[in-house]
């Protein structure tokens, strides 16, 4: 049977690079940081990551890592119920919950393990989730695994959100569920008017955040900071593998009873193995300079002309709309020394292909100007700028 299979297969793939959509993994043989040595030795300036506080290789963190495994061992080796909760696991945890002003907190391997793991043990086919369109892959799985009724309103329109609400009242329970900064574009929700229409039509509301904590709002809390929307957000999910850090772990942290269910049925969490010791050991700062870093990145690269997704966060989205430009663009941008990823359906929509630039506090001043500059060397060689 394999041999019919395998034929299938290859005849995929070679229809996926054909249409300029197959993704090339790229060798790092450094710590992740803003300038990293590639596997051939040679150096570049990385700006896709979302290693948005610059702490991937920060040395404080990694002592707290060495710390931890030190007193704590390397894994836990079982799921937590049975063998695998220590205390620093439950510290992370009571620390999430601060952070986000919640009851509590839940820690998974990652937060698509949250966002796949949070839906069905809530909901039945008698309620309601209403998402937004562009609502990260894991979302999309978790309430595919869920047997609710399925709503979905254009990115941030708040208009079409609002029908969708209305089309929902008969449901049992309604949920929204949103993005905090939506990691293609680099928009941020609008969470006061989403909550504001989750308490008109009676509907919970949960956002993950992602690509928020640590970055959006005066001091980096997120988008219940950036909109004074602390109490009114029902559930919070996120990650410690982008700003804090950028190493594995995910979490869900809100109502009391909620994390309480979660820990009794969520399956992502009662199935995997208990995070690292390491992992439960290191902690978060620097926010200032990324929001700096930001606001000069953005404004030079329109200054040249380029097609800038509006963006509140530290995602720059530079617009090339087609799929093998995008990855076209990227080579010639690591030929300048210069880390960066053409981003191209499936993972943006037909049509939308770009350079996700991801910056980060550990970028300086001059490692940002030498991107612009190879940025708009490598736009007009290619025609994108005239």
């Known amino acids: 049977m394999y041999g019919t299979f395998q034929k299938h297969l290859q005849d995929e793939l ?13 060798n790092i043989a450094s710590a992740q940081s803003a300038e990293i040595t590639l596997q051939d030795g040679s150096k570049a300036l990385n700006f896709c990551a979302n290693n948005y506080l610059g702490l991937a290789d920060n040395p404080r963190l990694v002592a707290a890592a060495e ?4 007193e704590r061992g390397y894994g836990m080796s079982s799921v937590r119920f049975i063998c ?11 620390a999430i919950a601060d952070y986000f002003h919640t009851d509590d907190a839940i820690l998974y391997a990652a937060c698509f393990d949250a966002n796949g793991g949070v839906f069905e043990p809530l909901l039945t086919a008698e309620d309601a989730i209403i998402s937004d369109s562009l609502n990260h892959a894991s979302i999309i799985d978790g309430v595919r695994l869920c047997k609710a009724q399925r709503f979905r309103y254009a990115n ?23 993005d905090g900064v939506f990691s293609m574009d680099g928009n941020v929700a609008p ?12 509907a919970m509301v949960m956002v993950d955040e992602s690509h928020s904590a640590g970055v959006v709002g005066p001091t980096g809390h997120g988008v219940a900071e950036q909109f004074n929307c602390y ?14 850090g950028g190493a594995v772990g995910g979490f869900t942290t809100g109502r009391q009873e909620i994390i309480d269910m979660l820990r009794q049925r969520s399956r992502p969490y009662l199935f995997s193995n208990s995070i690292p010791p390491m992992i439960a050991g290191a902690g978060l700062e620097l926010h200032d300079r990324l929001v700096e870093n930001v606001n000069y990145f953005r404004d030079k690269m329109m200054a040249a002309g380029f097609d800038i997704k509006p963006t509140q966060s530290a995602i720059c989205a530079v617009m090339l709309y087609d799929a093998p430009l995008s990855q076209k663009f990227a080579a010639k941008m690591a030929e300048e020394g210069i880390f960066v990823t053409g981003f191209y359906y499936p993972v943006v929509p037909k049509g939308q292909a770009r350079i996700r630039v991801q910056l980060s506090a550990a970028h300086k001043k001059e490692h940002l100007d030498k991107a612009i500059a190879a940025f708009i060397k490598v736009g007009k060689e290619l025609g994108v700028l005239k």
């Open 191 to 202: 969470m006061d008017k989403i909550c504001d229409l989750a308490e008109k039509y009676d």
């Open 231 to 244: 109490g009114r957000i029902d559930i919070f999910t996120g990650t410690l593998g982008k700003a804090f």
């Open 156 to 178: 941030a329109d708040m208009a079409d959100l609002e029908e969708k609400l209305k089309e929902a009242q008969a449901c049992r329970f309604r949920i929204i569920v949103t």
């Open 67 to 70: 710390k931890a495994m030190k």
């Open 84 to 94: 695998g909760t220590q205390d620093i696991h439950k510290e992370l945890e009571k």
């Open 14 to 26: 070679k229809a996926i690079e054909e249409a300029g959509l197959y993704k090339k993994e790229r």
